[in-house]
């Protein structure tokens, strides 16, 4: 088990028996980055949909937000910002995705997407998100 970038639950944890850890060849490590192979491994589970790793992302934005919320990532509680680099919009939680829909009703249609997913960010809502843009861009 691989914890890269951290856990984003301050009291997540867990018992661990550490004599069934050695004869079971289990490793738990805690990164902030890892070898190649390793990413190999958690796209190949993420694909085998083993792991979810859209419960990581907490918040959306365009590139416009992302020094901003680089600068004081300590305050803004969650887990990844993911962003979106060719696109202009502020750092969002997904949760609050709805209060951009006074500035423009997409933001409704695109929270009810991450709400039928279990409140997660997903590859529907990302395509949503990008022909929203591109439509809007041109």
């Known amino acids: 088990m691989n914890l890269f970038a951290g856990p984003t639950n301050a009291e997540f944890s867990a018992t661990v028996n550490l004599y ?3 004869y079971s060849r289990t490793k738990i490590i805690g990164s902030t980055g890892g070898t190649i192979d390793d990413m ?3 796209i190949e589970k993420n694909a085998d ?3 979810e790793s859209a419960v990581m992302i907490t918040h959306v934005g365009g590139l416009d937000s992302a020094v901003e919320v680089t ?3 300590p305050n803004v509680p969650g887990g990844k910002k ?3 680099t060719h696109i202009n919009m ?3 939680a997904i949760e609050d995705l709805a209060s951009l829909a006074d500035k423009d009703p997409f933001f409704l ?3 009810k997407v991450c709400r039928g997913n279990r409140g997660l960010w997903s590859a529907k809502a990302e395509r949503m998100l990008l022909e929203h843009f591109a439509e809007t861009a041109a």
């Open 109 to 111: 249609e695109l929270d």
């Open 82 to 84: 993911l962003v979106y």
């Open 49 to 51: 949909g083993r792991i």
């Open 90 to 92: 502020p750092m969002t």
């Open 20 to 22: 069934d850890s050695h």
């Open 71 to 73: 600068k004081d990532l």
């Open 40 to 42: 190999k491994e958690a």
